[in-house]
């Protein structure tokens, strides 16, 4: 069958790193999502890899490695509006994304 | 300006009775979704749409019915509410094409409650 998981929850202090991590089985393999939900809102799009390596865009970074089906998310100078949960997906081999049930992180101050 | 939106936000309503919900999206994506993301927080597909074919999840029960008048609306019905209806429902949209990344655009969501 398919799957992914990630970790329920995570907790980490404002200013510091964190990484999120994800591992997934899949019917075929065409990219790796992560999405951010604030709560009570829709997700919304923070990176897609399909190739193996680390992508940077700012304070948020993620990595892929399709031999381990494995990603991650890391996330730099962590701030408290960055408290919500972080949703990874995969694109199997019909284009759907299959969705873990997403990594709840909490910042303290 | 809004690039996918539904309605209504929230709806209460008894077990038994029929439901609708709206969404539009001014992407001009081909493709549009309906998701369920119930209390465990876990988003489930029911119904993928392009201006060339339906696609249905075969788990989600024949109570749910999709609408779509044109490529820019995919409304979703449902018949004879259940409590376990209760969850919110996510559309979403994304462009069609090559490549194609799989981003979704997710609309506000649409809380409902089944009493």
């Known amino acids: 069958g398919q799957n992914i998981d990630q970790p329920t929850e995570m907790t980490a202090t404002e200013g510091a790193i964190v990484q999120i991590n994800c591992t997934y089985q899949?019917?075929?393999?065409?990219?790796l999502f992560w999405y951010q939900q604030h709560a009570g809102e829709a997700p919304t799009f923070l990176s897609y890899?399909?190739l193996d390596g680390l992508e940077e865009k700012g304070r948020f970074s993620s990595f892929l490695s399709r031999s381990k089906g494995y990603s991650y998310l890391l996330l730099k100078e962590l701030q408290m509006k960055d408290s919500a949960s972080y949703l990874c997906?995969?694109?199997?081999?019909?284009?759907?994304?299959?969705w873990g049930a997403g990594t709840k992180l909490i910042i303290k101050p | 300006d809004t690039a996918v939106s539904q309605t209504p936000k929230y709806l209460v309503t008894q077990m038994g009775n029929d439901k609708s919900i709206k969404c539009e999206q001014n992407?001009?994506?081909?493709?549009m979704y309906w998701y369920k993301q119930d209390s465990k927080k876990f988003l489930k597909i029911m119904f993928s749409?392009?201006?060339?074919?339906?696609?249905i999840n075969e788990t989600v029960p024949n109570r749910f019915s999709p609408k779509s008048p044109d490529k820019a609306h995919l409304n979703l019905h449902i018949n004879s509410l259940e409590l376990g209806d209760s969850a919110v429902y996510f559309c979403?949209?994304?462009?069609?094409?090559?490549?194609?990344?799989?981003?979704?655009?997710f609309g506000e969501g649409s809380r409902l409650t089944v009493l």
């Open positions: 979403a949209s994304s462009r069609t094409g090559d490549p194609n990344t799989g981003e979704l655009f």
């Open positions: 992407l001009g994506h081909d493709t």
């Open positions: 749409y392009n201006n060339k074919e339906l696609i």
């Open positions: 899949t019917s075929g393999f065409n990219g």
């Open positions: 890899n399909v």
């Open positions: 997906a995969a694109l199997d081999s019909n284009y759907q994304l299959i």
